[in-house]
């Protein structure tokens, strides 16, 4: 079965940076984008970016252009998001999430971590 | 962007009810809509794509419909587990959105 396993929660002070890793397992790590999300208190969800495992290319929303890399190894199968300079704002819980397409031809967000829960605050 | 809204924020039921959520896009965006559960320290769930189409394994209590701009999730006969808040999420354009959310609590 699918999962998506994500490394555990963080606390971190303004100006560090964070590295979360997302273990995949149960299917072909290499043919299906991963999206980082994330979700502040009070908030909804947040579209960070997406790495595709099969050859590293990314692309990172605008408002974490330049603070944001994501990255994947794919001998172990697993996802890397890393957030730079952190702020307060910064606090939420982070997810990856599986993109996955079928013959139907409709894409979706079918399996995602359980989330790594981030505090930032001096 | 396109932007999702969802009504109402909040919803109190009981047990057995049937409830409909919604969501409305700022601009057409065909039957490109999913719908997700979430639950504190739960990963998410995603119970609807394509706007009606249910993910293999969700209860069929749980219905989409809609197409264009206006979009609603059913639930039929409430379940304890049930209670949760309710996303919709649009994948027509980048980048994907989300809707705020709908908090459905037990009455």
């Known amino acids: 079965q699918v999962q998506l396993v994500q490394s555990g929660a963080e606390v971190k002070k303004p100006g560090a940076s964070l590295k979360v890793s997302c273990k995949a397992s149960?299917?072909?790590?290499?043919?299906?984008?991963m999206y980082w999300m994330r979700q502040a208190p009070g908030q909804g969800l947040e579209w960070m970016g997406w790495?595709?495992?099969?050859?590293?290319?990314?692309k990172y929303a605008q408002n974490f252009q330049g603070r944001v890399t994501m990255t994947r190894d794919t001998s172990i199968s697993t996802a890397y998001m890393e957030l730079t300079n952190l702020k307060s704002d910064d606090t939420a819980v982070y997810y990856c999430?599986?993109?996955?397409?079928?013959?139907?031809?409709?894409?979706?967000?079918?399996?995602w971590g359980q989330g790594t829960r981030v505090s930032v605050s001096s | 962007d396109i932007q999702m809204t969802q009504s109402p924020s909040s919803l109190s039921a009981s047990v057995g009810d049937r409830v409909t959520l919604s969501c409305r896009a700022s601009q057409s965006i065909s039957n490109f809509v999913n719908w997700f559960q979430l639950k504190p320290g739960e990963a998410p769930k995603l119970l609807i794509y394509a706007a009606s189409i249910s993910q293999t394994g969700v209860p069929s209590r749980f219905t989409g419909s809609g197409s264009g701009t206006d979009f609603t999730l059913t639930i039929t006969s409430l379940q304890p587990e049930d209670f949760a808040t309710y996303y919709c999420q649009q994948n027509y354009g980048v980048p994907f959105t989300f809707g705020p959310g709908t908090k459905l609590d037990i009455k």
């Open positions: 999430t599986r993109y996955y397409f079928d013959s139907s031809g409709y894409f979706r967000f079918d399996f």
């Open positions: 149960g299917y072909a790590f290499s043919d299906y984008y």
């Open positions: 790495v595709n495992p099969n050859n590293g290319a990314t």
